[in-house]
Antibody, heavy 123, light 109 residues
Framework: QVQLKQSGSGLMKPSQTLSLTCAIS??????????WNWIRQSPSRGLEWLGR?????????NYALSVRSRIAINPDTSKNQFSLQLNSVTPEDTAVYYC?????????????WGQGTTVTVSS | ENVLTQSPGTLSLSPGERATLSCRAS???????LGWYQHKPGQVPRLLIY???TRATGTPDRFSGSGSGTDFTLTISRLEPEDVAVYYC??????????FGPGTKVDIK
């Protein structure tokens, strides 16, 4: 059974860097058929996909246009996890952040989700 | 960028009624790249439908998906109180980007 466990900062000040980690059990971050995603949810924006990383003989990353200039998603094969960094946060980045798996058999559906991390950006 | 629009914004129905949720894309999409999610308050989003019409594991058969091109529909054949949630459609395009619609909130009268 695949499980994703999130960890990381919750309360932040504007201009700081958001940093979250998603630890994977029951699957591998280096799987050749899976992709690992970050999504956030806020009352004003609903669900917003942020980006993903995946391995197909080499590592690839895709980012949403809305955050492309300040986001980084990185795999950590030694710990079987992946991370999200979002620079220069503002109150508009206040949201619940989720990691999620695309299992590969369903054309980029997201079948397993982390528990969510509430991030609040406030001065 | 392909934009997804969902209607109605809110749907209020009585238990046992049929709920029809619409998802419209600004450009034609492959049906295999269209999914639906259920998000209940305080819970993690849940995959309901992928490939426009295939139920995910554990999805009750009162949920069905249909559509093609730019117009897709999620139908709940007989609404139950536990179906109160926000429902999102989601699309993947070949450039590697995923997009969610703004969601439809389903309430029980």
């Amino acid at each position: 059974q695949v499980q994703l466990k999130q960890s990381g900062s919750g309360l932040m000040k504007p201009s700081q860097t958001l940093s979250l980690t998603c630890a994977i059990s029951g699957d591998s971050v280096s799987s050749n058929s899976v992709a690992w995603n970050w999504i956030r949810q806020s009352p004003s924006r609903g669900l917003e996909w942020l980006g993903r990383t995946y391995y197909r003989s080499k590592w690839s990353i895709n980012y949403a246009l809305s955050v492309r200039s300040r986001i980084a998603i990185n795999p950590d094969t030694s710990k079987n996890q992946f991370s999200l960094q979002l620079n220069s946060v503002t109150p508009e980045d206040t949201a619940v952040y989720y990691c999620a798996r695309d299992p590969g058999y369903c054309q980029s559906c997201l079948d397993v989700w982390g528990q969510g991390t509430t991030v609040t950006v406030s001065s | 960028e392909n934009v997804l629009t969902q209607s109605p914004g809110t749907l209020s129905l009585s238990p046992g009624e049929r709920a029809t949720l619409s998802c419209r894309a600004s450009q034609s999409v492959s049906s295999s790249h269209l999914g639906w999610y259920q998000h209940k308050p305080g819970q993690v989003p849940r995959l309901l439908i992928y490939g426009a019409s295939t139920r995910a594991t554990g999805t009750p058969d009162r949920f069905s998906g249909s559509g093609s091109g730019t117009d897709f529909t999620l139908t709940i054949s007989r609404l139950e109180p536990e179906d109160v949630a926000v429902y999102y459609c989601q699309h993947y395009d070949i450039s590697g980007l995923l997009t969610f619609g703004p969601g439809t909130k389903v309430d029980i009268k």
